[in-house]
């Protein structure tokens, strides 16, 4: 469900449409491991995903900022209010990652 978030969020915010639909998958993988609390990108994570932790690591950066931000922002407000609902876990509510 935080990888949907993050994704969704995406398809609202130009700054996201120069990656290919892979990367941003990948990226989304990454932020909610890392929002979860699992914190290795492993050798069968950057397998099947044919990206690197390095690779992913500034895009899931991003992603946080625009989950954070996603609240006051007028373009994404309503998918925040989606994803605070306990339907979806409330995963909108969760706090930002310290990088």
């Not at 994704?7 to 130009?14: A, D, K, V």
């Not at 492993?42 to 990206?51: G, K, V």
């Not at 950066?61 to 625009?66: I, V, Y």
């Not at 931000?69 to 409330?90: D, L, M, W």
Request: proline share 2%; net charge positive.
């Amino acid at each position: 469900t935080i990888g949907r978030y993050a994704l969704e969020l995406t398809l609202q915010e130009y700054q996201y449409i120069s990656f290919r639909p892979s990367l941003l998958a990948a990226a989304a993988l990454f932020f909610s491991m890392k929002k979860t609390g699992n914190l290795t990108w492993d050798a069968t994570c950057q397998h099947y995903t044919s990206y690197s932790e390095e690779d992913i690591l500034e895009l899931a950066k991003k992603m946080d900022a625009s989950s954070t931000a996603a609240a006051g922002n007028r373009h994404c407000k309503t998918i925040y209010k989606k994803y605070s609902h306990k339907v979806f876990f409330e995963v909108a509510l969760l706090p930002q990652i310290s990088w």
